[in-house]
């Protein structure tokens, strides 16, 4: 899941810590983003808070695609045309 820290109601980090909490969301793998926060300082403040890695923006897709694949792993050919066949269902 991507998550901005930078959210209208409630502070991104305080987003993580909760998702983290509870037992539902807790597996779930995390990547804070921030256009507006930068820094080591704000980086470990989201690893802290319980994100799985830090973003700045603009984001390079490269980076985003890599950051993703080491939470979920790369995509495997039975797993994309499962996908493929999941969307052409809907």
């Given at each position: 899941?991507?998550?901005?820290?930078?959210?209208?109601?409630?502070?991104?980090?305080?987003?993580?810590?909760?998702?983290?909490?509870?037992e539902?969301?807790?597996g779930?793998?995390?990547?804070?983003m921030?256009?507006?926060?930068?820094?080591?300082?704000?980086?470990?403040t989201?690893?802290?808070?319980?994100?799985?890695?830090?973003?700045?923006?603009p984001?390079?897709?490269?980076?985003?695609?890599?950051?993703?694949?080491?939470?979920?792993?790369?995509?495997t050919?039975?797993?994309?045309?499962?996908?493929?066949s999941t969307?052409s269902?809907?």
């Amino acid at each position: 899941m991507l998550i901005d820290l930078l959210l209208p109601k409630k502070d991104g980090n305080a987003v993580i810590a909760t998702l983290q909490a509870a037992e539902a969301t807790r597996g779930i793998p995390l990547i804070a983003m921030s256009g507006v926060f930068r820094g080591a300082d704000v980086m470990r403040t989201a690893l802290t808070a319980g994100a799985k890695a830090f973003l700045e923006k603009p984001i390079d897709p490269a980076r985003l695609i890599d950051r993703v694949s080491r939470q979920i792993g790369k995509p495997t050919r039975a797993r994309s045309r499962r996908a493929r066949s999941t969307r052409s269902i809907s």
